[in-house]
C-alpha cells in the first residue's frame, strides 16, 4: 500500500527556518490538492497550506509571509519551507494528498519544536 513519508522536522531556535518534505511511496495517480496540516498539544488539527494541481497556493493566517508550500507533481511530492519560526509554530506536521476520487492520504506526522 502507498504511503506517505514525511521528513525534515526537528528543533530549531525561534527565528530559524525548517523545510519539511512529504513523498509517496509509490504511484498515486489523481492527485488534486496537497496540503500541510498540523496540530499542536491538546489542539484540533488545522490547515498550514494547500496547493492545487496547477500550483496556486493558499495559507493560514498565522503563517502568511513566513511559509512557502511548493509540490512536484512528477515526484508526488509536497514540500512546506518554513521561515522565522515561532514558538506558536510547535506542533505536529502531517502532510496530505486529496484525490479527485475523494480518497485522502495523510502522512505519519513529523514533529516541529521551536525553542524561545
Known amino acids: 500500500q502507498v504511503q506517505l513519508v514525511e521528513s525534515g522536522g526537528g528543533l530549531v531556535q525561534a527565528g530559524g527556518s525548517l523545510r519539511l518534505s512529504c513523498a509517496a511511496s509509490?504511484?498515486?495517480?489523481?492527485?488534486?490538492?496537497m496540503a500541510w496540516y498540523r496540530q499542536a498539544p491538546e489542539k484540533g488539527r488545522e490547515v498550514v497550506a494547500h496547493i492545487q494541481s496547477r500550483g496556486d497556493a493558499t495559507y493560514a493566517d498565522s503563517v502568511k509571509g513566513r511559509f512557502t508550500i511548493s509540490r512536484d507533481n512528477a515526484k508526488n511530492a509536497v514540500y512546506l519551507q518554513m521561515s522565522s519560526l515561532k514558538p506558536e509554530d510547535t506542533a505536529v506536521y502531517y502532510c496530505?494528498?486529496?484525490?479527485?476520487?475523494?480518497?485522502?492520504?495523510w502522512g505519519q506526522g513529523t514533529q516541529v519544536t521551536v525553542s524561545s
Open positions: 509509490g504511484v498515486i495517480s489523481g492527485i488534486n490538492t
Open positions: 496530505a494528498f486529496f484525490l479527485i476520487i475523494g480518497e485522502t492520504y
